[in-house]
């Protein structure tokens, strides 16, 4: 088993040489896997490692693309396994690809590194210093956000209360949850324990574990202070993509927005065959050609209507 695990880093190593190395996203065709599978495989090979097509620290954006974009996984997730198809999708289509494993406290875990799980407010501060490097190393003047679940909400508190508007151009989030989420009740059970004086003690035990859990829950003081003087920077352009089957986002339409530089995608209404549900949208194929369109909307192509299932295609 181990020489099996050796083998496997040795090849993974020198795939992960050939996709990143300078002008490779011009020259090589990367695969683009509509599941899971390879980011679960990579993350056994080398954990938390970039996905493919990412984190080329010699790319130069193109005059055609000329915004990196900077990949922002969800709670409980890191960027292997979350960007197995966006990473290398984005890369094939001539953009610049950077990703990040953010809100980790204490030290890393050895197999499996869950992220996000640090107050959003620090998380944020993380992508503002990952994102100045983008800058830096590229020679960009903005970057492009795409974003799944948390990767969608803490990323505007960087733009909103940390500088980022001036950084950010377009902000492209896969089951998004501006309003928070009243999965199972829990929203009205934090304010229910709060109304009785024992914040405190549930806040002591949840914290060192999940600083940013109590964070997603409709009314919170997290999402309270986001929505103050409005939810949506003027700056930005935001495009949210949900899915009616989303089962950790309650309500789905938590994650739709109003304003005129927000744009709202309901993926059923458009393909009544996409039975895509919160983790199935970030590898999912009609979602893959609405993240393109938006990101570059001038050369927007027809969305197909392909059968997905929960978890992908």
């Not at 809100?103 to 992220?115: A, E, K, M, R, T």
């Not at 803490?154 to 089951?175: E, H, I, Q, R, S």
């Not at 999965?183 to 405190?200: A, E, F, I, K, M």
């Not at 927005?257 to 995608?265: A, E, M």
Request: charged share 10%.
């Amino acid at each position: 088993m181990r020489t099996m695990k050796s083998l496997a880093t040795v090849a993974l190593a020198a795939a992960l040489t050939l996709v990143t190395a300078p002008g490779a996203q011009a020259a090589t065709r990367l695969p683009v896997p509509y599941n899971f599978a390879p980011g679960v495989v990579q993350q056994l090979a080398a954990p938390d490692s970039p996905p493919p097509g990412a984190n080329n620290w010699a790319c130069r954006p193109s005059a055609a693309h000329p915004n990196p974009v900077v990949l922002a996984h969800g709670l409980g997730a890191n960027q292997t396994v979350n960007w197995g198809t966006f990473s290398p999708l984005l890369a094939n289509n001539g953009y610049c690809v950077f990703s990040l494993t953010y809100g980790v406290p204490g030290d890393p875990l050895p197999v499996y590194q869950p992220g996000g799980l640090a107050p959003m407010e620090e998380s944020a501060a993380e992508l503002s210093l990952f994102v100045d490097k983008v800058l830096a190393k590229t020679g960009a003047s903005k970057v492009d956000i795409l974003g799944h679940s948390e990767g969608t909400l803490m990323p505007n508190y960087y733009v909103k209360f940390l500088g980022g508007a001036d950084k950010v151009d377009k902000y492209v989030g896969l089951t998004p949850l501006w309003d928070g989420t009243t999965l199972y009740g829990l929203s009205n059970l934090y304010q229910l324990v709060s109304g009785y004086g024992l914040q405190p003690v549930i806040d002591g035990v949840l914290n060192p574990l999940c600083g940013s859990c109590k964070q997603f829950l409709h009314g919170s003081d997290f999402l309270a202070k986001m929505h103050s003087g409005g939810t949506f920077a003027p700056e930005v352009t935001y495009t949210n993509i949900v899915t009616r089957y989303d089962e950790l986002v309650l309500p789905y339409t938590s994650g739709l927005g109003s304003g005129p530089n927000v744009h709202n995608v309901v993926l059923q209404d458009r393909c009544v065959l996409d039975f895509a549900e919160h983790l199935g949208v970030a590898a999912d194929r009609n979602a893959a050609r609405h993240v393109l369109n938006a990101l570059d909307p001038a050369h927007a192509k027809p969305v197909p209507c392909l059968p997905a299932g929960p978890l992908g295609s």
